[in-house]
């Protein structure tokens, strides 16, 4: 008998009001020395962010197919503490820290295990399909206030 879930792209899980997304560094993740290469922190960030919004409810693709608009990064302070290297395994932290009427505030972690490797701010903002900034709808600022407390 075949595990279906076994079959399913990993989405991380919750832990109170943090997403928790495991990533493993691959040889194409790296530089020629090994090194994870600086913009690829931003790809692990990013698709923890977007599974972390499926978790919670939040459907980006039909928001996005229905002509409601997109999230777009709009703000991102990030800080390179050590390098991840070839073969890593990695976790990304994400906790929402703040939500507003158009936009939201993720603070990131990457960790090898309890060492901090980056951290990151991100604020992602609603924007219309003509790229103006427009409210979220109201489930979603709600859903946002249960993850900042932790009530998932």
């Given at each position: 008998m075949r595990n279906e879930m076994l079959d399913q792209p990993v989405s991380g899980r919750f832990d109170g009001s943090e997403h928790r997304f495991p990533v493993r560094?691959?040889?194409?993740?790296?530089?020629?020395t090994g090194i994870?290469?600086?913009a690829n922190y931003l790809r692990y960030m990013e698709r923890a962010r977007s599974d972390?919004?499926?978790l919670a409810g939040i459907d980006q693709r039909a928001t996005m197919e229905s002509g409601g608009g997109a999230y777009a990064v709009v703000d991102l302070t990030i800080k390179y503490r050590r390098p991840a290297k070839l073969e890593d395994d990695l976790l990304v932290v994400s906790h929402v820290t703040e939500v507003r009427a158009a936009s939201c505030?993720?603070?990131?972690?990457?960790m090898r295990m309890n060492?901090?490797?980056v951290e990151a701010t991100v604020t992602a903002a609603l924007v219309s399909p003509e790229g103006r900034p427009q409210r979220q709808p109201r489930a979603w600022v709600d859903t946002f206030k249960r993850l900042i407390k932790g009530d998932n």
């Open positions: 560094v691959y040889f194409e993740d790296t530089d020629l994870v290469y600086h972390m919004l499926r505030f993720i603070h990131q972690r990457v060492e901090i490797l």
